[in-house]
């Protein structure tokens, strides 16, 4: 059970562990293989940056439910990735919104869960890749999602998943 973003940065051998959302032992994520350059301006090794505005979560709670849509952005070399978290009644969609040169990809798994007013489970497996493959660009943007126990709380509007060991801060979403 896992909940790991990667990015790929060409060739599709060094695989960079996004800190932000290295959590959740739900879910599996892959996103985004870069078209292989040449210039060397790449760096492999950079990490991902967490662009998530979070003027939106306020600095009160109020009464926020778990149903609806939220989601994380993060940025790396060009690649853009909107991490989104659909929940409605005992299913949820899990997505990533994959952006690079101007191409879109969007991978979504979903899986039946059960939560009370601290805890969440995910309880299916689920996965899903989309790829572009053409002689100059090559990006591919998957997702996939185990069964997991997480708790939950809100700060603010916003939505923090914890694994026990590690949190992630989502903001509502469109």
Known sequence: MKFLILLFAAPIVAPIVAPIVALIVALTLTSCVEPEKTDGKKNPGEKPTNVTDYKVCGNFNRSVSLQGVWHIDQIQDGFKLRTSLTIQGNQAAYSNQCYLEGRSLTATV?????????????????FDEQSINEPDFQMSCSISIE??????????????????TTSIKMVPGR
């Not at 805890?119 to 299916?124: A, G, H, M, Q, V």
């Open 110 to 126: 979903s899986s039946y869960v059960s939560y009370d007013n601290v805890r969440f489970s995910f309880l299916s497996t689920d």
């Open 147 to 164: 069964p997991a126990n997480l708790t939950y709380s809100f700060q603010g509007n916003c939505l923090v998943l914890n694994n026990g």
